[in-house]
């Protein structure tokens, strides 16, 4: 389980993604209130599937304030992935799609947002 915690007001969006770059799980958290507002959450490292255990990688695909602190098990999200990514040997062509899917799923979010 991986320690997720959001300090500040924003909404934030992280993905679970294979290490084929497949996204398999998208969750969303909003924070409303002063900056001194924190929220914890725990995400699993590994999800079960008819094959057995998949480990995945945590990705933050968007947050809507910058200013809002974001860390994964204490560390910036960018090194938690990299992390990850290194610890059950995805490529790095791989982890190039995860990145590449994380920015593509973020556009449309955006997108959709702005529509409505």
Known sequence: ???????????????LFDSRGKILLTKRWVVTGSDAVEVRSRLPLSLATKGGRLPVVPILIDQTNDGQAITFDGKKPAEMALTRARAI??????????QAASKLI??????????S
Do not use: C, Y
């Open 1 to 15: 389980m991986m320690d997720l915690r959001l300090k500040g007001s924003g909404a934030a969006i992280v993905g």
């Open 89 to 98: 040997r995805i490529s790095q062509n791989s982890f190039r799609k995860i």
């Open 106 to 115: 973020a556009a449309r979010m955006r997108a959709q947002a702005f529509r």
